[in-house]
């Protein structure tokens, strides 16, 4: 069993940044492949990035390449998503998850999930 908590969501102008942060706690979190996934109202949950288990490889939809980094720091069993060039497209309820991270992009790669944090972006 893994417990995921994110933190860092809020309200934010377009153009703007925020950094989300998922605390893993009651497994080995170097064990698994950790992503970020987001839904927005009215639409079906998407894969946004992910990272492999030792950090040294990553995931990314197309449309926020170039503008979210994701990263892990294994000693705090925590993995950031840092959200640059925010723009309204991006507000979604933003959800972390861990598992074997395969296939990377979907769901069905991850089998521990967070809460969730809202992330809005105003214009």
């Known amino acids: 069993q893994v417990s995921l908590v994110e933190s860092g969501g809020g309200l934010v102008q377009a153009g703007g940044s925020l950094r989300l942060s998922c605390v893993a706690s009651?497994?080995?979190?170097?064990?698994?492949?950790t992503g970020w996934f987001r839904q927005a109202p009215g639409k079906e949950r998407e894969f946004v990035a992910a990272?492999?288990?030792?950090?040294?490889?990553?995931w990314y939809v197309d449309s926020v390449k170039g503008r979210f980094t994701i990263s892990r720091d294994n000693a705090k069993n925590t993995v950031y998503l840092q959200m640059n060039s925010l723009k309204p497209e991006d507000t979604a309820v933003y959800y972390c998850a861990a598992g074997s991270g395969w296939p990377v992009t979907t769901e069905q790669g991850y089998e521990y999930w967070g809460q969730g944090t809202q992330v809005t972006v105003s214009s």
């Open positions: 990272i492999n288990r030792s950090g040294g490889s990553t």
């Open positions: 009651g497994r080995t979190f170097r064990n698994f492949n």
